[in-house]
């Protein structure tokens, strides 16, 4: 459990321990959801509110869905944001929940959260703009996670484009299918994930009793659009995706009838061949033929000069 206290003017600091909540400025309590415990009697006891038992089961359920709901004490928002092994492409996604009370913003969280390290971080360390109100504080924190989500779209992108080059290359045909599936999976998965953000946002924003001036307005207002271009993002990718399919078994289905062209056009060219061949072959007594001196080369070259005509007819009509 982690103790930071944003006064009204001046810097934050960390407490070791939590007294009363102050009259001025709030009291962030970050709380590490697999290492804490009792943390649900101290808010009441801090705050006189007591949190509702079935918020507490979800703020403890690291795989809820983004969510929002809202009480006469206190206000809840579940946040999914990406887990902190997350790379590469490949992703894991956990709950984040917070809770709004007066002058106190609890944060109930993973151990190894990156985006809640980096807004403590950057908060102790005095960079950049300082919130002096809980849901502006949630609302860096959010938007931390929101970036993560945005900086996934570079190492998607180039997963997809080392797929395009394996799928359209003709001498390596693509045989991990497998791996395009996950990764179809995963769009569609962050694309829900996204969706579920938006949701809980907005439903926050529509239903809060906290007065929001015009310029939070704004940056709520970035903060779903910034969720929105990873929703666009994941959608596109997976329409990218069908596009690619389809256009590798478009080009597999040309270079098969390539195949079968050249295969039909050398069936065409010998069958004549064969049939003469095989009247030769019959085992006859009277074959005139047979008594001819020059019958044998006189036969090979009317064969050859049949697939010599053959080949030009097939090359004029343009089937080789």
């Not at 693509?174 to 179809?184: F, G, I, N, T, V």
Request: contains cysteine; glycine residues 6%.
């Amino acid at each position: 459990m982690d103790i930071i206290y944003i006064p009204e003017s001046g810097d934050p600091e960390r407490r070791a321990s939590l007294g009363p909540l102050p009259s001025a400025g709030f009291v962030w309590l970050d709380i590490e959801r697999e290492n804490s415990a009792d943390w649900v009697e101290l808010i009441a006891g801090l705050s006189g509110v007591t949190l509702h038992e079935g918020h507490v089961k979800d703020s403890l359920n690291a795989r809820h869905p983004s969510f929002y709901d809202g009480t006469s004490g206190y206000e809840m928002i579940i946040f999914r944001s990406l887990a902190p092994d997350s790379d590469e492409g490949q992703f894991a996604s956990h709950a984040t929940a917070f809770f709004l009370l007066d002058n106190l913003l609890v944060t109930v969280r993973p151990a190894e959260s990156r985006s809640i390290a980096a807004v403590k971080a950057r908060l102790l360390n005095k960079q950049g703009r300082i919130s002096r109100r809980t849901f502006g504080l949630m609302h860096q924190i959010m938007s931390a996670m929101a970036d993560r989500f945005l900086a996934m779209r570079e190492p998607l992108s180039e997963q997809l484009q080392r797929w395009r080059r394996d799928l359209l290359d003709p001498h390596h045909p693509h045989s991990d299918w497998m791996a395009l599936l996950d990764y179809q999976s995963q769009l569609r998965s962050l694309s829900l994930l996204c969706e579920g953000q938006e949701d809980a946002i907005i439903q926050w924003r529509e239903e809060t009793g906290v007065e929001m001036d015009e310029h939070m307005a704004v940056r709520f207002n970035d903060l779903i659009e910034h969720i929105g271009r990873v929703t666009r993002f994941a959608g596109e990718q997976q329409k990218e995706i069908e596009a690619l399919v389809q256009l590798h078994f478009s080009a597999v289905a040309h270079r098969t009838n390539d195949i079968v062209r050249v295969l039909t056009v050398v069936s065409a060219i010998f069958l004549p061949l064969t049939l003469v061949a095989g009247i030769f072959g019959m085992n006859f007594q009277y074959m005139p033929e047979l008594g001819y001196r020059y019958g044998y080369f006189v036969v090979l070259a009317g064969m050859l000069t049949l697939a010599v005509v053959l080949l030009i007819v097939f090359r004029i009509k343009r089937w080789i």
